[in-house]
């Protein structure tokens, strides 16, 4: 079992959906997760970043930690064109050692 | 803030010869640096870790004579494919994180062996 899953998608929507990402993983002793955007040709950049459990909230992103399921997500409000990446998911429990989803490629449609 | 500088951005070379890519951050310390290969529709593939001043650790199947990886300050790291070859070409990324920060990352080098 891998230690993150991520579905790769494709994923397609209308501009100003409403878009939902998730991971799953398998070891609890994580603590740390982060959610990355990478255009194509380009090194994935850090849109979210999490410690422990919660919600976070900056702009039209959401993120969100679930330990006890195991899950996180990321929402996107309000989806733009410029919205179309590959999102990652990545986590770390000694803030060392980071283990990355495959990547979500997410197309929004004008 | 958080800024990591890749540099080339691309290069095409002769098979045999060495390329060198060089990964900066520059508005923060960089304790510990990464590298990454990535192929086409395909995440990250960890090639190996490198704190400052120390020996890089190298992820398992990545050939350390082939890589050579140099940490030697807080704010560069180097990567140096040796004798190059065409099944070498790929997408290289480089990340650095400060201590009990995450990992921001470079634009990357596209990497094309002739």
């Known amino acids: 079992q891998k230690e993150v899953e991520q579905d790769p998608g494709p994923l397609s929507v209308p501009e100003g959906a409403i878009v939902s990402l998730n991971c799953t993983y398998s070891n609890s002793a994580f603590q740390y997760f982060m959610w990355y955007r990478q255009y194509s040709r380009k090194g994935p950049e850090l849109l979210m970043y999490?410690?422990?459990?919660g919600n976070k909230e900056d702009g039209r992103f959401t993120a969100q930690v679930d330990k006890s399921s195991k899950y996180i997500s990321l929402f996107i409000r309000d989806s733009q064109p410029s919205d179309s990446a590959t999102y990652l998911c990545?986590?770390?429990?000694?803030?060392?050692?980071?283990?990355f989803g495959t990547g979500t490629s997410l197309t929004v449609i004008p | 803030g958080a800024v990591v500088s890749q540099h080339p951005s691309w290069v095409i070379c002769k098979s045999g010869t060495s390329v060198k890519i060089e990964c900066r951050s520059l508005?923060?310390?960089?304790?510990?640096m990464f590298w990454y290969r990535q192929f086409p529709k395909q995440s990250l593939m960890l090639m190996a870790t490198?704190?400052?001043?120390?020996?890089?650790?190298?992820e398992q199947g990545v050939e350390k004579d082939k890589f050579l990886i140099n940490h030697a300050s807080l704010t560069l790291s180097t990567l140096t494919v040796t004798s190059a070859h065409p099944e070498d070409s790929s997408f290289y990324i480089c990340?650095?994180?400060?201590?009990?920060?995450?990992?921001?990352f470079g634009d990357g080098t596209r990497l094309s062996i002739l």
């Open positions: 508005d923060f310390q960089a304790t510990t």
């Open positions: 990545a986590m770390s429990y000694t803030g060392n050692q980071f283990y």
């Open positions: 490198s704190n400052e001043g120390s020996k890089a650790t190298y």
């Open positions: 990340s650095a994180r400060d201590r009990n920060q995450p990992q921001h």
């Open positions: 999490t410690y422990s459990s």
